[in-house]
């Protein structure tokens, strides 16, 4: 029986040494071929975003352009529209000239941007329009109600935005 336990415990050790031999050999055939799929990978991805980039930008514009540089968003809050305009907070605000109407003056030309405006407090039923002066720095915002009447005075604000190109 000794000599069938020191030739088991010989097969045994010959078993690990040859487990731990084998893991060794294919140990690092294994590491590569999962780094060259890991590489491959991350190409195949690079490929397929460069891809999706181009599709977007010949359907809707530039993925990589910002939107609008912060000097291009200018703004407005406004309380008592018209006859004492009062500026609540804005961007390129220079001036409000009030009267029946707000005009609002900014820091550059504005007669080639967008504007838009809404009424913030006032009668329900109100409406705020957006004109174009002659002075190309200023913008007038009336508010009007339902019937088309002016409405200005305490208690009535707006809120404009312009963006620029």
């Not at 097969?11 to 690990?16: D, K, N, Y």
């Not at 690092?28 to 977007?56: C, D, E, R, W």
């Not at 109407?101 to 705020?128: I, K, L």
Request: net charge negative.
């Amino acid at each position: 029986m000794s000599k069938r336990a020191s030739l088991v415990r010989g097969l045994v050790a010959l078993a690990v040494l040859g487990a731990l031999a084998s893991a060794m050999i294919v140990a690092p055939a294994g590491a590569h071929v999962t780094g060259k799929f890991g590489h491959l990978k991350k190409h195949i991805n690079k490929i397929a975003t460069k891809q999706a980039n181009q599709v977007f930008d010949s359907k809707i514009g530039p993925a990589t352009a910002p939107f609008q540089l912060e000097s291009d968003l200018l703004f407005a809050v406004v309380d008592s529209a018209g006859v004492n305009p009062v500026l609540l907070s804005g961007r390129g605000v220079t001036e409000l000239i009030g009267f029946v109407g707000t005009v609002v003056e900014f820091n550059r030309n504005v007669s080639n941007c967008a504007a838009t405006a809404s009424y913030g407090e006032g009668p329900d039923d109100t409406y705020a329009e957006v004109q174009y002066d002659t002075d190309p720095t200023r913008l007038i915002v009336w508010l009007e109600d339902d019937t088309g009447a002016f409405v200005s005075g305490a208690g009535t604000s707006f809120h404009l935005i312009v963006v620029c190109p």
